[in-house]
Each structure stands twice: as C-alpha cells, then as structure tokens.
C-alpha cells in the first residue's frame, strides 16, 4: 500500500463540480475510502495565456494500487469527465475542463517509459512540481514532512525557492 498525492486542476465550465466529481472518483482508488484535501487554489495559467484562471486542490490517498495501474486509472477518470485534449493545435498547454496529474507516490522514483505503465509515460515525482505553487501549497499542507526523493526538499523549501515567480 502506497501513499500518493494527487492534483486536480479545472479552469472550463463548473470548475467546483467538476473538481468534486473528479475527488469522489479518486475516493473509489483509496484503500478506504478515505481521501485528504487541501484547500481549493485559484491560480493563473501555467505554461500559456487565457484569461481564465485554475481552481486547484490537492489530495492525499492511501492505495493497493501500483504507481502505473493508478496512474491509469487517473487518466481514465479523467478521460470519463472530460475526454477533451489539454493541449492546443500547435502542442502547448491549453484551457481544460479537468486535468487529473499524479504529484508523487511514497518516495518512489519512476522515470518515463516505466514498464509497468503498461508502455505508457509515468514520472513520478512529477517533473515539474518544484514549478508550480499550486502543486507545492497543497502538498505543503497535506504532508509538509515529505521530502522530494530527488532533492530531499520538503514542499515548503521548493515553494521557497520559486524566486518570485509566480508559480501557478
């Protein structure tokens, strides 16, 4: 059984009801039931201009799931309550209905192309969560003693370290 943080983002349509659909999903992937959430963020757009800000919230599961097998399972809840592409035409970040990303599982260390993700891409933690405020706020709140296998920084240190920028 491994312990996973996961972010929920949504920045199209009813952002709160979708988030929560997306939380009650996540609660059928826990070994009980049990899901732990952060504060709901609001935050620009990373990575691309819209003029339509993110609701964010974290969440915390304990899971028999395998890293690849729940990362799967993510992306097909995802994928059931919105199948559209977060991507634009030319490949850069676009607005989305619900992103669904796996932030870390345990201290795992997984690269790409993991063969257990069933020849799917599976990083973990995920490669740009030092990044992003509203990954790192969350995970700062849910389980401020976990350290970033890589870099041994806490969520806390990482937020710290954002220089100024935004983060979002």
């Known amino acids: ?3 996973a943080h996961i972010n929920i983002g949504s920045n199209l349509g009813n952002s709160r009801s979708v988030i929560e659909r997306a939380v ?5 992937l826990a070994q009980d039931g049990t899901v732990r959430r952060s504060r709901l963020i609001e935050s620009e757009p990373w990575g691309f201009e819209s003029p339509r800000r993110f ?29 559209a592409s977060h991507r634009s ?23 790409e192309s993991w063969p257990e ?16 405020e509203f990954v790192l706020g969350p995970v ?4 401020p003693c976990w350290r970033h296998p890589v870099t041994g920084h806490t969520a806390a240190e990482m937020l710290s370290r954002l220089d100024g920028r935004d983060g979002s």
């Not at 009650?24 to 059928?28: K, M, N, Q, S, T």
């Not at 919230?57 to 990362?71: D, N, Y």
């Not at 700062?140 to 389980?143: E, P």
């Open 1 to 3: 059984m491994g312990k």
């Open 89 to 111: 035409e030319d490949g850069g970040y676009a607005d989305r209905v619900i992103d669904i990303d796996l932030i870390y599982y345990d201290s795992e260390v997984i690269p």
């Open 140 to 143: 700062a709140q849910l389980d």
């Open 55 to 83: 609701l964010n919230l974290g969440v915390e599961i304990e899971t028999c799931h395998a890293p690849g097998e729940l990362l799967e399972r993510l992306l097909s809840l995802q994928n059931s309550i919105c199948d």
């Open 117 to 132: 993700a069933g020849g799917g891409a599976i990083v973990v933690p995920h490669p740009r969560m030092h990044m992003r």
């Open 24 to 28: 009650a999903g996540i609660a059928l």
